[in-house]
């Protein structure tokens, strides 16, 4: 795959990716995104069928006109910037949603249990069931409404099928499927199939039914969605509520990243004004929206929108309030108060997410400002608040978060450890998708560099994963010191530049960019502050307790680190604490999973509610013991080397 | 006030009144509208100045332009079109409207009571109720949510004010408030007022709030509507729920007279297509949002929208679902099936209503297709429902709705009495409103002929209780027989064309249209019919439980008719039932009266809602009984005189 330097070369740069390749003349438009470690959707392999890899060029040396082309039909014979617009994308977040397969049909019968699932002792009783009625004709002596006649069988059907707990449940309907139900009866010949949704309230035992569908009796199953909404990223699942079945997981930027790539910088600009405020809610929607029809129009039940009846959303407490659209200015100011935590059923309709109208959103509680849904979401599928032994969960994200407990008590953090992990302000940073260097491994006598590529492709950057071996490897090989100075190298990787130094990882002609893939010295900086927010926060909430880390039984990880994150080294640079490989567990995009799990479970979506107020936050920012924890964290691994007696020093 | 000959005249037809009258060459339009007797705004008497007399000059010699003038200040110089716009009319219906007066300040306080407030045995406790809030600020220790934080406030404040019931209760609160809680509880500085509606249901006793409003701290008071949708005629009051007091009424004509009179054929029109069912809703909301703009634009106030936090609505079946988009297909076919009796909660701004768009409409229940909310709403007033003795309720209006019960049990049926009595299809035929003929007296030896005009203007036709009038005295005078024949009669009054005869009330020249008012041997037919089907429910009602007339201790008579009605006439012609004067009441507009009364009081909505249960509907097209009755009734008064031993023959 190496590009070949004979012919004459085009440069080609993609954006949003901002990937800027070298490809030979003639080369195909799909080739050049395959090699830049774009994944294309290409139904048709090429041929120019499917329609489906379509680009937007947007420069070119003849016109100043874009364009949108078939990648496949498109041979570059000059210089261009290409648009990937998010339809043409396929699967962009393999890593973080290819997990989501370990829980399939998780949570649905007991005989599917298997030691990987977290999930299983939950019953499965989702928000929504769909009830097949046929109703006696009216008469003229049995000349009651049809909405009465409706509901009257309605709660018949419930009480015979159940449970007792459906006898004094109350069913309301929504005006809009009032409108034409005399229609529907009739046209139904009084045979239909009724969707209820539970608007059970975490506060009371009021429990009622609304009535979100009304159709001709017929025995399809219910369909329903799970949403993580990430800083960076915002992730779909289709699930078939009634099997538990995860028909489809799609993922993709959350848009508001135009807005800035983290959360206080979206605030800042969604403050700004109300229309400000519109825009940053209308573009999470979107992505939302987007990543539904790219699922909806692959889908293999034929399912369409208004078969969507549920939908279940995690995301961290910011995330939360501008998805709906709710002024979030006083989350950034002393005392960091949310508007909510507790999140009221909200209708579809009422933030044109493109599902049932009528369907409800579930949202996963927050526990304060910076611990989200996403979060009580993640301690919901670990399982911990239902384990005797302590459990130590960390989520890395775009921030940081830690819980810390077990059945009888959880204390949380966040603290803020930037985007490093997620390639955020790292010279070759990138996120964990196809193209990006995952594990590193350095020589330490001639400083050769083997590396494994996500998707095994030319290189074109480095992840999370792999910026925490690089620099466990750059420490052991001696390049940087315990406070992350570069060492003098006698090696042709290692250049000084008047404002950096530099080590290659890669070089351009290995690349995918067909430029060096590089670490440099503030890069490692950015690393050791990341590292060390994270560990110190570990610290602080170990102390706020008065535990030692040993007693931790099991330490779970999620995020988008997965299962790539390299345990030893996170361990040599101090990122984790110094335990054995054993008791660490990898849980993937475990907000997702929740959300799931919350989908298909009432009960779950109940332990959710009481964990968020079980879990007590300890506010970091509040006295000084965590800055002080935080600056013993900043060298590798630590100042205590008592703290990590595995690490050679 | 006769027209002088003298001069030039000119014809103006006024719209939508059909109305058309001749003027003297240099009368202003205002003069011209007033002796037409239409009431329209002229806050400045004239002058020019206050803008309100606003017409539209549709047809003109000169032109086919329209052309909006100030009337006051246009003279008229040719024939021509005016189209008086709602807005520019004043207190169209007064006599509707001004009897309303009458339970100002009931249901407020026990000392109120007075003999004619039938309103005055509930409780005062209406659906919304304002509470202040001083709240705690956050700090970094107490750090709950916004929503949290004023929820457990208001809830504190809530077991602190009451009556014990409010402990179990939940406060849920719209995501439309939530976006900008923050903001107010931070710009009040933590003193607010929280508006709040109960969601009380009547199926249940789990009783719930819901937030509408939250502003900052003030003690101003709530305000709410009643409105009564009738088929012709729609009347809001705007109530200031805190006194009690009547601030406004105002009422109009439904525009959706424009797609028919009567139910049935609006029923048709808007199932023909579903653009037809969102325009025959829309002219509704239309209607009211101009009578709500009218009342707003001149309260003493400075009321808003925002500040009406509770609607209540009474109409019929057919109006209730027009109002509310629900398709009314099914309702004129057999066995006559409304999609609704019972209306769930409704949120303002799901049908657009100008009032506070979180608060909520709560709609009067129906007893069946033809038995609507309007005639619950007027059991309600008429108390009927609480005492030992039968009530005989009788609502003349589009239709004629009866119902007969005590305490122990409730009959009711429907009569389709035509629009006779509201003025559809008599030659001279019109609403009570100013410039009509309501009481008529003949000279049974001269045919002399005396009346009495509402307004004590020129007549410009007869209203109903001047028909009922009218049809007595032609009968006394041996102008018509006891089937309504006309006879001979050697005055000038009457004439004889081929097609009808004709007997003349008014003569031109001292009309207020400069045409003869008259009444035609077609027109009494059909009075006859008229009243003849009302006679025939009471009496198929009367039938269907076994009970002689003469048991029946009060008989009250609702609708347009009010206090104008002369029973002895009533009596003469077999329009009511032969008792004693003294035990007939008039209720005025009552399904008005009813929605003040639920406004005020959630204890009399709920008994409304055990009315439409208790109610029970005896449907008169089963069967043929009602059939012998009517036509039995198609005489002057009767057939079987024995059933009015107080009529001479």
């Known amino acids: 795959?190496?590009?070949?330097?004979?012919?004459?070369?085009?440069?080609?740069?993609?954006?949003?990716?901002?990937?800027?390749?070298?490809?030979?003349?003639?080369?195909?438009?799909?080739?050049?995104?395959?090699?830049?470690?774009?994944?294309?959707?290409?139904?048709?392999?090429?041929?120019?069928?499917?329609?489906?890899?379509?680009?937007?060029?947007?420069?070119?040396?003849?016109?100043?006109?874009?364009?949108?082309?078939?990648?496949?039909?498109?041979?570059?014979?000059?210089?261009?910037?290409?648009?990937?617009?998010?339809?043409?994308?396929?699967?962009?977040?393999?890593?973080?949603?290819?997990?989501?397969?370990?829980?399939?049909?998780?949570?649905?019968?007991?005989?599917?249990?298997?030691?990987?699932?977290?999930?299983?002792?939950?019953?499965?009783?989702?928000?929504?069931?769909?009830?097949?009625?046929?109703?006696?004709?009216?008469?003229?002596?049995?000349?009651?409404?049809?909405?009465?006649?409706?509901?009257?069988?309605?709660k018949k059907v419930l009480i015979d099928n159940s449970d007792n707990s459906d006898k004094e449940k109350l069913i309301t309907i929504p005006l809009s499927i009032l409108k034409n139900l005399a229609l529907i009866l009739r046209q139904s010949n009084w045979d239909v199939s009724v969707t209820l949704t539970s608007l059970s309230d975490s506060d009371s035992e009021f429990n009622s039914y609304k009535v979100i569908k009304v159709e001709k009796g017929n025995s399809s199953p219910l369909f329903g969605l799970a949403i993580d909404i990430g800083t960076t990223t915002v992730v779909v699942s289709l699930i078939n509520i009634s099997t538990g079945e995860i028909i489809d997981t799609q993922g993709t930027y959350n848009k508001q990243v135009k807005f800035g790539d983290d959360v206080i910088t979206r605030i800042i600009y969604a403050v700004d004004s109300p229309d400000n405020m519109l825009e940053i809610q209308k573009v999470v929607i979107e992505t939302i929206n987007e990543l539904i029809d790219k699922i909806l129009s692959r889908n293999k039940y034929n399912i369409n929108s208004n078969d969507i009846v549920s939908t279940v959303v995690a995301g961290n407490t910011i995330m939360t309030q501008l998805f709906l659209g709710i002024n979030p200015k006083y989350i950034r100011l002393e005392p960091y108060i949310p508007t909510i935590n507790e999140v009221p059923l909200i209708n579809a309709s009422e933030i044109e997410l493109n599902v049932l109208p009528e369907s409800l959103i579930h949202i996963f509680p927050s526990v304060a400002s910076y611990i989200g849904g996403d979060i009580v979401s993640g301690v919901l599928v670990t399982d911990m608040s239902n384990k005797d032994d302590l459990t130590l969960f960390i989520d890395i994200g775009t921030n940081g978060e830690i819980v810390l407990g077990n059945k009888d008590w959880l204390v949380t953090c966040a603290s803020s450890a930037g985007t490093c992990f997620e390639g955020g302000g790292i010279n070759s940073g990138m996120r964990a998708m196809s193209g990006a260097i995952e594990r590193i491994d350095i020589d330490t006598q001639t400083l050769d560099i083997n590396y494994k590529v996500i998707g095994?492709?030319?290189?074109?950057?480095?992840?999370?994963?792999?910026?925490?071996?690089?620099?466990?490897?750059?420490?052991?090989?001696?390049?940087?010191?315990?406070?992350?100075?570069?060492?003098?190298q006698n090696s042709e990787r290692y250049k000084v530049t008047s404002d950096d130094k530099i080590f290659v990882l890669a070089w351009s002609y290995e690349s995918g960019t067909g430029k060096d893939i590089i670490i440099t010295e503030n890069d490692v900086k950015n690393l050791i502050r990341a590292k060390g927010a994270i560990y110190a926060g570990i610290r602080s909430l170990l102390n706020s307790v008065g535990i030692e880390i040993d007693i931790i039984k099991k330490i779970i990880i999620a995020g988008g680190f997965g299962n790539y994150l390299n345990i030893k080294d996170s361990i040599q640079i101090g990122l984790l604490p110094d335990l054995q490989e054993d008791r660490y567990n990898f849980i993937g995009n475990s907000s997702l999973k929740g959300a799931i799990l919350g989908?298909?479970?009432?009960?779950?979506?109940?332990?959710?509610?009481?964990?968020?107020?079980?879990?007590?936050?300890?506010?970091?920012?509040?006295?000084?013991?965590?800055?002080?924890?935080?600056?013993s964290a900043l060298f590798l691994p630590h100042t205590d080397l008592t703290l990590f007696p595995s690490v050679e020093n």
Chains 1, 2 share one sequence.
């Not at 490809?23 to 041929?47: F, H, M, P, R, Y």
């Not at 030319?458 to 001696?478: E, F, M, N, T």
């Not at 109940?606 to 600056?631: Q, R």
Request: a positive charge.
């Open 599 to 631: 989908l298909l479970s009432q009960d779950a979506w109940k332990e959710a509610l009481e964990l968020s107020h079980k879990i007590t936050n300890i506010e970091l920012s509040v006295g000084n013991k965590f800055m002080d924890e935080f600056v």
């Open 456 to 488: 095994d492709t030319p290189p074109i950057g480095i992840c999370g994963s792999g910026l925490v071996d690089c620099l466990a490897k750059l420490r052991k090989a001696g390049i940087i010191d315990r406070t992350g100075n570069f060492q003098f």
């Open 1 to 154: 795959m190496f590009l070949n330097s004979l012919n004459k070369k085009h440069k080609i740069k993609f954006i949003p990716d901002n990937i800027t390749i070298e490809v030979e003349d003639n080369t195909s438009l799909l080739q050049a995104i395959n090699i830049a470690g774009i994944n294309i959707v290409s139904s048709c392999g090429g041929k120019g069928t499917c329609g489906a890899c379509k680009v937007i060029i947007l420069e070119d040396d003849k016109d100043n006109q874009q364009k949108t082309v078939l990648a496949c039909k498109t041979l570059v014979n000059r210089d261009m910037t290409v648009e990937i617009p998010t339809k043409s994308r396929l699967q962009e977040h393999q890593v973080l949603t290819t997990n989501i397969k370990n829980i399939k049909n998780a949570c649905i019968e007991e005989s599917n249990k298997s030691k990987e699932d977290l999930l299983l002792h939950y019953k499965k009783n989702p928000f929504v069931k769909k009830i097949r009625l046929k109703i006696n004709k009216p008469s003229l002596t049995d000349n009651t409404s049809d909405w009465t006649r409706l509901q009257l069988k309605l």
